[in-house]
Structures are given as structure tokens and as C-alpha cells.
């Protein structure tokens, strides 16, 4: 099955600052300003007990893995339940049909020698990602590519994607993240940095004052919750399944309350550091997490 592209927050927000003449994006563009109900497509979902492996690809410092594992620690600890938990953003998926879905990271495969080169087609993804096995239980496999690694799409359509896999007679969901702070951080870390297109409001501070890796999480985010509720591409998303809206990409480019294009909206701010966040994880690692579709309210739900 080919990939489900997550687009970026930036050529979102640009696109509703100055709309295109094409149809299919207006419609798009209209369905996240209405805030769409995303529409069930009869699938299996990813519910229970869920593993994420993780594929570590190029040159990633243990600070910056430690960024990105204590997030997925955190969907799922009992130990952070306030309402400006991650656990509490993660709660969200478990209001879509068959209930929650527990995160535990499972294996982390480190290819620091960049085994497939610097730059990586789909179908390496792909291969990447089989690196950390298949046909266990319920699991995701999690491609992360450093910054000096080219992706086909990265910055152009995309900050990352999920899709599944077909061996033999099963299928198999992978996700794939980049890091994008020497390549286009305007465009797949925002608000973190200067947009590269729209409204030009100022940056905020990232949370763990990594530009990149904070921005990594934002759209790890995106993909992880796409993964749970549309992981064959028959679950629930509203529009064309090759460019679906789905728990996380219907809301795009709100963080807060009184959210606009180009503006994230209210959210958190660190008294020591200054660092915007809306979301505190396990060790009180704090991150900024993106709205997520609520089908029970019809609403896009943020922690602030």
C-alpha cells in the first residue's frame, strides 16, 4: 500500500492565507476550516497493547532519542494524568471506535553508517523499516532519518507519513519522521521556527531547545495517532484516502486556544526558560503536542 502523507502545518497555513484556484484544495482546505467529522471506513483500528520500534537513521545524539522515547514513554504512563498531560492528549484516540490504545517502545535499531545512503526513496522506507521485524502482536515500526538524510517529499509535500507493509498474506503499519532543521525547519518544525511561508509571527521557543527534534515530535504526533485510527487506510479520515485528514492533520496548526493561520495559539510558557509547551511527559519532559480531532465533541481538542 502506498504511504498516507502527512502534510506540513506550513503549506497548510500558507495555503489558507492565499488560497489556490485548484478545487481539490479548496475542498480540502475548506473540510479542516469546518472542522469535518472524520468518517469511519469499516477498517481495523490499532487498539490494545501497541508497540513502537524504532528505527534510528544517520546521526541522532542520546539527548535527542531520549527527546523523542520519553515522549512515547509518556502516551501511556499512569504516572502523568493532568489535563496538560501527554497521556491525557493521547487519551483522545481511545474516544474512537474500540477503545484505547496503550504505546510501549519496543526495539531501537541504531543504522548510524546510513546503510541505504543519504538519500532515501519510499520504497527504502519501507525496507527500513522491516529492520525492526514484523508479525508480533500489534506493532508499529518508526523510521527516524537525521537531518543530513533526504527523504522523496521531505519539505516538499511532507514532514512524514505511515502506511503498511504487505508480506506474504499480512499487513504491517511503519511510519517514517524527519528531521528538518537544516533542511526546511520553517516548514516541518513550526512554530518553533520563522515560517517559510504565510503570516510571519515570531517563533517560540522549543521546549527542549532542540528546533528539529522538537518539531520531530510534533509530527511523530501526527503520524502515531494517524497510524492508530487509519492504520490500512480504511479507518476513519474525510477526504481522498491518498491525501486523507486524519486525528491530528483535520486540525492543522492549532496548539491552543484562538488558533489562526500563521498564530498557534495560547499556550504554556516555561518562567525559566521561556520554552512553549502544552503538554508535560514523564520526568516533567515538556512538549508541544498539536490539537487532535475529538469525535465525540466534533471539536478539535487542545491541552491549553
Known sequence: MAPIPSFSILLLLFSLAFPSSSSATTRK????????????????????????????????????????????????????????SVSSWW???????????????????????????????????????????YGHGKAVNVILTSTDVAVDGFCMSRCGTHGSIRVKKSRFPYA???????????????????????PQ?????????????????INMATVLAGTVINPFNNGYFQGPAEAPLEAVSACTGIFGKGAFPGYPGEVLVDKTTGASYNAVGVNGRKYLLPAMWDPQTSTCKTLS
Open 29 to 84: 482546505l475548506s473540510a479542516v476550516e469546518q472542522q469535518p467529522l472524520l468518517k469511519y471506513h469499516n477498517g481495523p483500528l490499532l487498539k490494545g497493547n501497541v508497540t513502537v520500534n524504532l528505527v534510528w537513521y544517520g546521526k541522532f545524539s542520546s539527548t535527542q532519542r531520549s527527546i523523542i522515547v520519553g515522549f512515547l514513554n509518556s502516551l501511556s504512563s499512569p504516572k502523568t494524568t493532568s489535563p496538560h
Open 201 to 217: 509571527t515570531p517563533p517560540l521557543v522549543a521546549p527542549n531547545g532542540d528546533v528539529g527534534v522538537d518539531g520531530m515530535v
Open 91 to 133: 487519551q483522545t484516540t481511545g474516544k474512537y471506535r474500540g477503545g484505547s490504545s496503550g504505546v510501549v517502545v519496543g526495539k531501537q535499531i541504531l543504522d548510524k553508517k546510513y546503510s541505504l545512503g543519504k538519500a532515501l526513496k519510499t520504497s527504502q522506507l519501507t525496507a527500513l523499516a522491516l529492520k525492526a521485524g
Open 176 to 198: 517514517w519522521v524527519g528531521n528538518s532543521v537544516s533542511q526546511c525547519p520553517g516548514y516541518c518544525a513550526w512554530p518553533f521556527h520563522q515560517p517559510m511561508y504565510g
